[in-house]
């Protein structure tokens, strides 16, 4: 249980192009979504965390302009990255979780975005 | 503020070799800790959740503890399978919403 699907998998496309990227919880309720973004041989830096039917809480230093998050169900999250250059380039993971304090994330398999 | 430090950054081991990854915390008050295994180009795998100081669990060759300052995740007779990164994340009362604070992680590699 509590499987989380990310797609795509990877996005090359050339610079000042939006991508979108959607996360999906398959077999549970996600209350809340959070988006990360992590460098190579890095930790997870969290970007925003996103409540369904509400606007989404950015972290600070992320522009919310930039990276678009809407949570328009209990199984739907998604990211669209608005005009993206080369410096977004990055590997993006969502992860869910259903809710109740005290629950662990599931995490999405993750995008690799390559802007050219 | 909640903060996580893991340790140590890298281990290596052969296989067969048991060892332990530490992960100190502090925090107001523990919802939970977390560990998580991630691979290369995938997203971190939830493993356990401890809740309270002296809590076990244990999976196959993994083995998490918890203490009140910090967790370990013994690993007995690894093998070249377990190679991967572990990552060690608390969220605490005065998180909202279930955010969690993420370690840096422990990258283990298991040599045959």
């Known amino acids: 249980g509590a499987v989380v699907s990310q797609h795509p998998s990877r996005v090359i496309c050339k610079s000042g192009t939006s991508v979108k990227i959607e996360c999906r919880s398959l077999?549970?309720?996600?209350?809340?979504m959070f988006w990360y973004r992590q460098f190579p041989k890095k930790s997870l830096m969290l970007m925003a965390t996103?409540?369904?039917?509400?606007?989404?809480?950015?972290e600070q230093g992320v522009e919310k302009d930039k990276f678009l998050i809407n949570h328009a169900s209990l199984t739907l999250s998604t990211l669209t990255v608005t005009s993206a250059h080369p410096e977004d380039s990055s590997f993006y993971i969502c992860?869910?979780?259903?809710?109740?304090?005290?629950?662990?994330?599931?995490f999405g398999d993750g995008t690799r975005l390559s802007i050219l | 503020e909640d903060q996580v430090t893991q340790s140590p950054e890298a281990l290596r081991l052969q296989e067969g070799e048991s060892s332990s990854l530490n992960c100190s915390y502090t925090?107001?008050?523990?919802?939970?800790l977390f560990w998580y295994r991630q691979d290369p180009g995938k997203g971190p795998e939830f493993l356990f959740t401890?809740?309270?100081a002296g809590e076990e669990k244990e999976k196959e060759r993994l083995k998490a503890t918890l203490t009140k300052k910090e967790s370990f995740l013994h690993i007995t007779a690894p093998k070249p399978e377990d190679s991967a990164t572990y990552l060690c994340?608390?969220?605490?009362?005065?998180?909202?919403?279930?955010?969690?604070?993420f370690g840096d992680g422990t990258t283990l590699t298991v040599k045959p």
């Open positions: 992860s869910a979780t259903q809710g109740s304090p005290g629950q662990p994330q599931h």
């Open positions: 401890l809740y309270s």
């Open positions: 996103s409540n369904e039917g509400s606007k989404a809480t950015y």
């Open positions: 925090v107001s008050g523990l919802r939970g």
């Open positions: 994340a608390v969220q605490g009362f005065n998180t909202n919403a279930g955010k969690s604070t």
């Open positions: 077999d549970f309720q996600a209350t809340t």
